[in-house]
C-alpha cells in the first residue's frame, strides 16, 4: 500500500502560478522504483493525463495544453513529487491527482487530490 497526499491546490487568479506537492509513504528503498503522474479532472469531464516523471526522474511528459507552463519533478530526499504551475489560465481549474505506478508491475496508487480554480 501506498499513501499519497496532495496539497498545495486553491484559488489563484489567471495569469498567478501554484506548486503542488505529492507526499509520498514511500521509503528511501522504494522511491526510485516508482514513476509518477500528475492528473487533472476538470468539473463535467474525465481524468486527464497533465504530467509524467520517470521512476529515474530522466524523462519527462506533458500534455499540449501545460507545455511550456507547468514543471513536474521529484525531490528523493522528501520522497515527494511536484508540479509547478506558471501562467494559469481558467482551463487549468479541477482536481489535480497524484498517481504513482511501480516500474515492471501493474500496481499503481491513487492520491484523493488537491483542487485548483483559476478564476478573477
Known amino acids: 500500500q501506498v499513501q499519497l497526499v496532495e496539497s498545495g491546490g486553491g484559488l489563484v487568479q489567471p495569469g498567478g502560478s501554484l506548486r503542488l506537492t505529492c507526499a509520498t509513504s514511500?521509503?528511501?528503498?522504494?522511491?526510485?522504483?516508482?514513476?509518477f503522474d500528475w492528473y487533472r479532472q476538470a468539473p463535467g469531464k474525465e481524468r486527464d493525463l497533465v504530467a509524467h516523471i520517470s521512476s529515474g526522474g530522466d524523462r519527462t511528459n506533458y500534455a499540449d495544453s501545460v507545455k511550456g507552463r507547468f514543471v513536474i519533478s521529484r525531490e528523493f530526499a522528501e520522497r515527494s513529487v511536484y508540479l509547478q504551475m506558471n501562467s494559469l489560465i481558467p482551463e487549468d481549474t479541477g482536481m489535480y491527482y497524484c498517481?504513482?505506478?511501480?516500474?515492471?508491475?501493474?500496481?499503481?496508487?491513487w492520491g484523493s487530490g488537491t483542487l485548483v480554480t483559476v478564476s478573477a
Open positions: 498517481h504513482a505506478k511501480r516500474r515492471f508491475s501493474s500496481s499503481y496508487w
Open positions: 514511500l521509503s528511501e528503498f522504494t522511491f526510485n522504483n516508482y514513476g
